[in-house]
């Protein structure tokens, strides 16, 4: 019912910066939150940072915060992570997020392909 495509990753410095972007299709209108997940090797997928569509509050997780910017652009349908002053334990594959509320109010996780983040020390 959605389909997630993200793109912006790729190889840093550390204390460089990046930029993700997740262009969103399909029945946007049911997406209830949209935010971005990262899995490192050996590691469980984690949450990063998380915008709901209602109100546009956002969570981000302790180890980003003050770093990360999570924003969305409701003309565009896309949801973006600016990632500033990166650190080698940063470095993942980011997944694009939404979680999508059908009629009957169940809700499904839907994923993207993923981006790579690699940040040199």
């Known amino acids: 019912q959605v389909q997630l495509v993200e793109s912006g990753g790729g190889l840093v410095q550390a204390g460089g910066s990046l930029r993700l972007s997740c262009a969103a299709s399909g029945r946007i209108s049911m997406i209830n939150s949209l935010g971005w997940y990262r899995q490192a090797p050996g590691k469980q997928r984690e949450l990063v940072a998380l915008v709901t569509s209602d109100d546009g509050i956002t969570n981000y997780a302790d180890s980003v915060k003050g770093r990360f910017t999570i924003s969305r652009d409701d003309a565009e349908n896309t949801v973006a992570l600016q990632m500033n002053n990166l650190k080698p334990e940063d470095a993942a594959v980011y997944y694009c997020?939404?979680?999508?509320?059908?009629?009957?109010?169940?809700?499904?996780?839907?994923w993207g392909q993923g981006t790579q983040v690699t940040v040199s020390s």
């Open positions: 997020y939404a979680k999508w509320k059908d009629f009957g109010g169940r809700l499904y996780n839907y």
